[in-house]
């Protein structure tokens, strides 16, 4: 053992990937946090930590560990738009709030 480490696995993850339908996209971010507020319906609006972003009809949520609740920690999935703002892609509850 000569302390050097073997992959077995590598991904490469492009953030100008257009998503194969042929148009270019804004950068792409993954955030982690608390919902600090969120829209009733949960489209619109949210504010994760101190990123606000907003949700579209075409955003996955996924609340299979966890429901969205104020306090509740979540991925968020996002990309930036043209006029700087971010706009989730997937918003994923992963713990309760404490």
Known sequence: ADGSIRATKIEAKDN???GGDGEHHGERKEFMG????FPEGLIGEWTVGEI???TTETTVFVQERA????GAKVVVWAEK???GGWTAYKVKAVRAPE
């Open 16 to 18: 100008q990937e257009g």
């Open 34 to 37: 608390k919902i600090v507020s």
């Open 52 to 54: 606000t972003f907003m």
């Open 67 to 70: 429901q969205f609740a104020e």
């Open 81 to 83: 738009g043209q006029d």
